[in-house]
């Protein structure tokens, strides 16, 4: 499948790519190893925001889903799949990436289309996911316990156990990608697992899921759509459930440790940022610009770790801010499943309102608009949520617009004088999630990396997450980390044994 089968205009192109995507798929909730409506038959739509058309109906689940999936999970929890071999279910593990793989077009259109990213993007997307798969099923074959030293004639080991059943929340902006780094860490570790994707974008979670029939043991993975409030609060609440992990919005993950609370369920948060990439005057200009425009506009600036707040040493600010509005022009927005895209639309009409708000808000505010801040100037992209590449000079770090996650392709250029200014600045903000420095000077480097507050620092470049880089927040950025080795740690409870060696005579 390549972009160019989509031919004719952008409603025709997609009628027919959504058409192909979806004719052979039921999108039902995945309980148990099976596909199931909800039981009071109620749906809600997905929908395409290029052209703002329906894609699929999705089961609307409440808390009588999440019980029979959390049941599932327990059973299969009981089961087979704790007492397997880690070599075994990490075979399983990489059987399932396998059939991922196979199936990679098809997903790749599916988020695309769901989300609204470049499908190319979205491809790219889909092998990332499958690559943290495969990651997890080999790195936890050595994850374990360690034996400890202690005085007196005592053995002392620890051993890593998993929980049970772990119930997980992901949002909208990297569905399957995200659901990968849960998921994988957790099944990886013997738990067993109830998922509610984004209710805007639940489409490759519920393929995904059934792309594990026959491989992984039913009830080992349940995902389960619906919205936050309707599926989300009962997956928090139930007592079943032994660990929470939640991406999204820092009020929701509020609301979610507070339930968590109630059933005393460890949770990892992984919630907002307005992480500020700080551009030191000995910069390599072209590296600062690249680097600043994939940190506002990729995934039409809906990624938490976005650079969103640019802080300019005075002696630069002209040169880079001409070099940065070159790369913004050349940054093209256009039909996500036409080669070249660059930005696609933003994900749905709720968050097209959002920034547009802001957009106008940040004009109160007094900030400066360089370029962009509406719809772009072609007829074709009048039905979609599509945003032109959006600049603003002259920010204060006190206004709104560099205080608040936006989550779009709005960036706000800052100004600073001295090194300590630059710190205050971008330390000065209630998220902590990353941090760019762009400078040549190593020791600058490494002294801003360590003098920023934030979970991730990446030097002359975005984005700084990888394969095995624990990625998460300090502040209210949230709590743990993904990617990593350090995560299996989060799916797993440390049991101590402490054994008397005295008395070896029989
Ligand atoms: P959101 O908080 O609105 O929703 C996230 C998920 O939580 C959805 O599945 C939603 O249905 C569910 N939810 C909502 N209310 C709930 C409730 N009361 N109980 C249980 N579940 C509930 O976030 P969003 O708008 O989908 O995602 C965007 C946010 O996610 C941004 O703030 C972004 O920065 C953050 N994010 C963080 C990371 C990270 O790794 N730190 C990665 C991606 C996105």
Excluded at 194 to 209: G, I
Excluded at 356 to 382: K, N, R, V
């Amino acid at each position: 499948m390549t972009t160019d089968e989509f031919k004719g205009d952008i409603r025709q192109k997609h009628r027919r790519a959504i058409d192909e995507a979806t004719t052979d798929i039921t999108f039902g909730a995945w309980i148990d190893g099976e596909t199931r409506p909800a039981t009071t038959g109620e749906t809600f739509q997905t929908s395409d925001p290029a052209i703002d058309e329906p894609i699929a109906d999705i089961p609307r689940c409440t808390d009588e889903e999440i019980t029979a999936a959390v049941d599932a999970a327990q059973s299969a929890f009981e089961g087979e799949w704790s007492d397997l071999e880690t070599s075994e279910r990490s075979a399983l593990l990489n059987e399932w990436a396998d059939e991922l793989s196979a199936n990679r077009d098809t997903l790749g259109l599916l988020e695309c289309l769901d989300t609204g990213k470049p499908l190319e993007y979205a491809k790219a997307e889909i092998d990332g996911a499958i690559a943290f798969i495969s990651y997890y099923a080999d790195i936890v074959r050595s994850h374990g316990g360690k034996q400890i030293p202690v005085d007196g004639d005592s053995l002392v080991y620890t051993q890593r156990e998993p929980y049970g059943v772990c119930g997980q929340i992901t949002p909208w902006n990297f569905p399957l990608y995200l659901l990968a780094w849960k998921v994988a860490p957790a099944l990886a570790t013997g738990n067993t697992v109830v998922l509610k994707p984004a209710e805007l974008t639940p489409l490759t979670a519920l393929y995904a899921a059934q792309l594990s029939a026959d491989i992984l043991p039913d009830g080992v993975l349940n995902v389960v759509p619906g919205y936050g409030e309707e599926a989300g609060a009962p997956l928090t609440e139930h007592e079943a459930v032994r660990k929470l992990a939640f991406t999204g919005e820092d009020l929701t993950g509020e609301t979610i440790m507070k339930a968590a609370a109630d059933n005393i369920t460890p949770v990892t948060l992984e919630l907002g940022g307005k992480s500020p990439m700080i551009v030191f005057p000995d910069a390599d200009i072209e590296t600062a610009a690249e680097a600043a425009a994939d940190g506002i506009f990729y995934n039409t600036g809906q990624a938490c770790d976005a650079a969103s707040r640019i802080l300019l040493h005075e002696d630069i600010k002209t040169e880079f801010t001409e070099a940065f509005l070159d790369r913004a022009a050349d940054y093209t927005v256009g039909d996500p499943l036409e080669e070249g895209t660059m930005m696609g639309p933003l994900a749905h009409r709720g968050q097209h309102e959002k920034v547009t708000d802001y957009i106008e808000l940040g004009t109160e505010e007094g900030a400066t608009l360089l370029t962009g801040g509406s719809s772009p100037d072609d007829s074709e992209l009048d039905d979609g949520w599509f945003i032109e590449p959006t600049i603003f000079d002259d920010v204060d770090n006190d206004m709104r617009i560099a205080q608040e996650e936006i989550f779009g392709p709005v960036e706000c250029l800052l100004t600073f004088s001295d090194y300590e200014e630059a710190i205050e600045m971008a330390n000065d903000i209630d998220y902590g999630l990353a941090g760019y420095v762009i400078t040549e000077n190593a020791s600058r480097a490494h002294q801003a990396a360590s003098d920023i507050d934030a979970g991730l620092v990446a030097v002359n470049k975005y984005p700084g997450d990888d394969l095995g880089v624990p990625f998460g927040g300090y502040k209210r950025s949230g709590i743990g980390r993904e990617c990593a080795e350090e995560t299996l740690d989060h799916y797993t409870q440390t049991k101590t044994v402490n054994m008397d060696l005295k008395n070896p005579e029989l």
